[in-house]
């Protein structure tokens, strides 16, 4: 590891504290290094509309510590006024020598490179860029696509069944896993899920906003996931039709211009199968429990699609394994 990355993966580390408390802001570190190579200052974005980590590293400073030093952050420093003044400005008066980012950023108002370098300042790129990118993969997708991000759950048996063939589902995984699920819907904006599975399993769900994909109002009205949050319910009334079904994609829209950047999928294989076909799906968050259906005839997790040949497959790339109860928890990004 090169001193760069070195100092830049001290970033990515500060940045990811903010998770959770800046949305819809990127998270960001900051490192500041003297001219003689001693780290003087740290700092992270904390909270969205507060000080953004190129500023709060370098308030913190005294005299003119930083002064021909470097400056390491994750991502290009704004150029612009939003809540907080340009961090470029400060950089500047700071009188910083060289400045070393990991990504730019994919905002079209940013264009922080270009300003410190025409105040004479040395910008490196590209360091530890991937890690960088990986980061911030939901203020990039929300930004660049005006989209939520969609991670889909699923629980499945090892050869792939959610259910019996009559429908039978409780439990395939273990208590634990179930208490797990609990923590990750607190992590997203939106729980995603679709008539189906309300009609089928009843399940209470609880979160703050859930969005309810009912295209003819089938659900009932007594129906446990109605007793606790907020609600939008997608039916043929207010979403436009695709193939004579709810236009997903368009329902993804709403909700991003109703302040919801992140989506929790819990839903059957036909929603899911159907949201994997049209690419709506950024990541797989999917439990493996320690049993066989045996079934052909059982339900599976994705049931949207009929392919002939295994080239045809949707490939994904797997970033995390780890082991919950006595399940398997696999946490992989869809590639497109």
Not at 31 to 59: F, Q, T
Not at 213 to 242: H, M, V, W
Not at 290 to 303: M, R, Y
Not at 316 to 332: A, E, P, R
Request: charged share 25%; net charge positive.
């Amino acid at each position: 590891m090169t001193t760069d990355e070195k100092y830049m993966q001290i970033c990515l580390d500060l940045a990811i504290k903010g998770k959770g408390t800046v949305s819809p802001n990127p998270m960001v570190g900051c490192v500041v290094i003297d001219k003689s190579g001693n780290i003087v200052s740290e700092g992270y974005h904390k909270k969205y509309g507060e000080n953004h980590a190129e500023r709060d590293a370098l308030l913190k400073l005294k005299n003119n510590e930083a002064e021909g030093g470097t400056l390491y952050v994750n991502l290009e420093p704004c150029s612009h006024w939003g809540k907080t003044p340009p961090c470029v400005d400060l950089i500047i008066e700071k009188k910083l020598k060289r400045v070393v980012i990991g990504m730019k950023d994919v905002n079209p108002k940013v264009d922080g490179i270009t300003k410190l370098k025409e105040a004479g300042i040395e910008v490196v790129t590209g360091i530890l860029e991937e890690e960088a990118i990986f980061l911030n993969r939901i203020f990039i997708k929300n930004m660049t696509k005006k989209l939520p991000y969609v991670v889909l759950k699923t629980a499945t048996t090892m050869d792939g069944k959610i259910a019996a063939h009559t429908g039978d589902s409780k439990w395939i995984t273990s208590d634990d896993s179930r208490k797990e699920v609990y923590k990750m819907r607190k992590e997203f904006d939106c729980i995603m899920t679709s008539s189906n599975t309300i009609i089928a399993d009843n399940p209470r769900m609880e979160h703050k906003f859930k969005c309810i994909l009912d295209k003819d109002l089938r659900c009932p009205k007594d129906a446990q996931i109605f007793k606790q949050g907020n609600f939008y319910i997608a039916s043929k009334e207010n979403t436009p039709l695709k193939n004579g079904k709810l236009n997903i994609k368009e329902v993804l829209s709403e909700l991003y211009k109703r302040g919801i950047y992140t989506v929790f999928v819990e839903c059957g294989g036909t929603l899911a199968g159907s949201m994997l076909k049209e690419g709506l799906i950024d990541e797989i968050y999917q439990f493996i429990a320690p049993k066989i259906l045996n079934d052909n005839t059982g339900l599976s997790a994705f049931n949207g699609n009929s392919i002939n040949i295994i080239s045809d497959a949707v490939n994904l790339s797997i970033y995390n394994i780890s082991q919950i109860g006595t399940d398997v928890l696999i946490k992989s990004i869809v590639k497109k």
